[in-house]
Nanobody
Framework: QVQLVESGGGLVQTGGSLRLSCVAS????????MGWYRQAAGKERELVGA???????HYGDSMEGRFTVSRDFARNTLILQMNNLKPEDTADYYC?????????????????WGQGTQVTVSS
């Protein structure tokens, strides 16, 4: 089992910044990719940014530029730096961590989600 604890959400004005943090604990030896997703009201969950086991970064459509994802592998921590926030960035932001055999032959395929942290951008 892997537990994910997110923090850093809140209310910010348009143009402001927020930094989200996700810390993984438990069976972290099998972690491969970790990523941030978001879900706005009435919309599907979408990728914001993710980092794979080899450090490659992937961003969702139109995410790169204002959003930067970083990862501390030693501390099992994933960070999302969000700058120049807009009202349309208002959503619940979720951390996801995947276990995968690429991290070790005996590792399972399993993904875990955090409880989510709310980000509200006021106009």
């Amino acid at each position: 089992q892997v537990q994910l604890v997110e923090s850093g959400g809140g209310l910010v004005q348009t143009g402001g910044s927020l930094r989200l943090s996700c810390v993984a604990s438990g069976e972290t030896a099998c972690l491969s990719a970790m990523g941030w997703y978001r879900q706005a009201a009435g919309k599907e969950r979408e990728l914001v940014g993710a980092i794979t086991l080899d450090g490659t970064k992937h961003y969702g459509d139109s995410m790169e530029g204002r959003f930067t994802v970083s990862r501390d592998f030693a501390r099992n921590t994933l960070i999302l730096q969000m700058n120049n926030l807009k009202p349309e960035d208002t959503a619940d932001y979720y951390c996801r961590a995947d276990q995968h055999p690429e991290a070790g032959m005996s590792c399972p395929r399993q993904d875990y989600w955090g409880q989510g942290t709310q980000v509200t951008v006021s106009s």
